[in-house]
């Protein structure tokens, strides 16, 4: 079955840090790449998405993506953080031929201090 | 604007007691999903929905049921609430099945 890693489970910074975040699958095969981000109070919203194309991927408020093939890796980053980014954050994969079905990793904890 | 609607938003319940969690959705998707969020596990699936009339299990099914009569709603059911189904339930919608998903607010469900 397919798996998605999240290794950070908790990760503090201060303001205008860089963040990084590693997603690691294992699936072997096409894939749809996402990244969701939940906070405080707040259901999941998502921040970027991999279909194909360009593998490096800008999403909403400063984030970015990269989808490395040869890693298995879709990793978020944003070059400086602000307070507001304090949040859960949440990679996905979809599996193609795989019936189709969102795995989520297990989250990583952002709490970015002011 | 469509929306993803989720009720109710908060539950306590006693071990044993039938539950039922709604769901409705206006963006007229036909494929919906419903996940549950523990701690340290990100969303596991429950159960998901192609259409009407369609259910499927995901991989953590065991003690919940849907069922699916029209596009817009998937109520998830606990047939026999059990302490280990104290957990936050989102649902989902998507226009294709492998799609970005939109998320509804949550309900955060309590069996004592």
């Known amino acids: 079955a397919q798996s998605v890693s999240q290794h950070n489970h908790h990760v503090i910074l201060s303001e205008a840090a860089s963040l990084e975040l590693g997603c690691n699958y294992s699936?072997?095969?096409?894939?749809?790449l996402f990244w969701y981000v939940q906070y405080p109070g707040q259901h999941l919203q998502l921040l970027l998405k991999?279909?194909?194309?360009?593998?490096l991927v800008k999403g909403i408020k400063g984030f970015e993506a990269e989808f490395i093939k040869s890693k298995f890796s879709f990793n978020l980053r944003k070059p400086s953080v602000q307070w507001s980014d304090t949040a859960e954050y949440f990679c996905?994969?979809?599996?193609?031929?795989?019936?189709?079905?969102?795995?989520f990793g297990g989250g990583t904890r952002l709490m970015v201090k002011p | 604007d469509a929306e993803i609607t989720q009720s109710p938003r908060h539950k306590i319940t006693e071990t044993g007691r039938q539950v039922t969690l709604a769901c409705h959705q206006t963006?007229?998707?036909?494929?919906m999903f419903w996940y549950r969020q523990d701690l340290g596990h990100g969303l596991r699936l429950i159960h998901y929905?192609?259409?009407?009339?369609?259910?499927n299990k995901g991989e953590v099914s065991d003690g919940y049921s849907v069922s699916r009569s029209n596009t817009e709603d998937l109520p998830l059911t606990l047939e026999s609430a059990a302490s280990s189904q104290t957990s936050v339930y989102f649902c989902?919608?998507?226009?294709?099945?492998?799609?970005?998903?939109?998320f509804g607010p949550g309900t955060r469900l309590t069996v004592l």
């Open positions: 989902a919608s998507s226009e294709a099945p492998s799609d970005e998903q939109f």
């Open positions: 699936y072997g095969g096409t894939v749809n």
């Open positions: 991999y279909f194909s194309g360009d593998p």
């Open positions: 996905a994969v979809n599996a193609h031929n795989a019936g189709n079905m969102l795995t």
């Open positions: 963006w007229n998707h036909n494929n």
């Open positions: 929905s192609y259409g009407v009339q369609d259910t």
